[in-house]
């Protein structure tokens, strides 16, 4: 690898940093840590960037767009979690999604973040 395709150490981010990023020094994936801790609970389940991404995502407007119920939360479910969903799970989406308590392309985003924040997206990803 050349030496400038090496990413610069002194840049800091604190998503990394909260995500379990190993130091520099080391390099070694086994000391980077991948439990899950309540900070980065928090912070999914309340970040504005992670919303805005989820609301201004060319790929979910995409997906939405694509049409029926069904369909649309597959095609979430494909993306978001690699897998296709349960028939529970897609009767629990159409269900929300008649409600009516959350209207248009919101209930589709609010399917999104769930899967986002939902455990076996946290433990994969």
């Not at 970040?47 to 201004?56: E, G, M």
């Not at 929300?96 to 076996?120: F, M, Y």
């Amino acid at each position: 690898m050349p030496a400038v395709a090496i990413a610069d150490g002194s840049i800091t981010s604190s998503f990394l940093t909260l995500f379990g990023r190993s130091a520099r020094a080391t390099g070694l994936e086994s000391e980077r840590v991948n439990e899950l801790a309540s900070r980065q609970w928090l912070y999914m389940l309340n970040s504005a960037a992670i919303q805005s991404k989820l609301q201004n995502s060319p790929k979910i407007r995409a997906i939405i767009s694509s049409g029926k119920p069904h369909e649309i939360a597959e095609k979430l479910y494909l993306t978001i979690l690699s897998r296709f969903p349960t028939e529970a799970e897609v009767k629990a989406a159409e269900q929300h999604a008649k409600a009516g308590v959350v209207k248009g392309r919101d209930v589709w985003i609010d399917l999104a973040w769930a899967l986002i924040n939902s455990p076996e997206f946290l433990l994969r990803h």
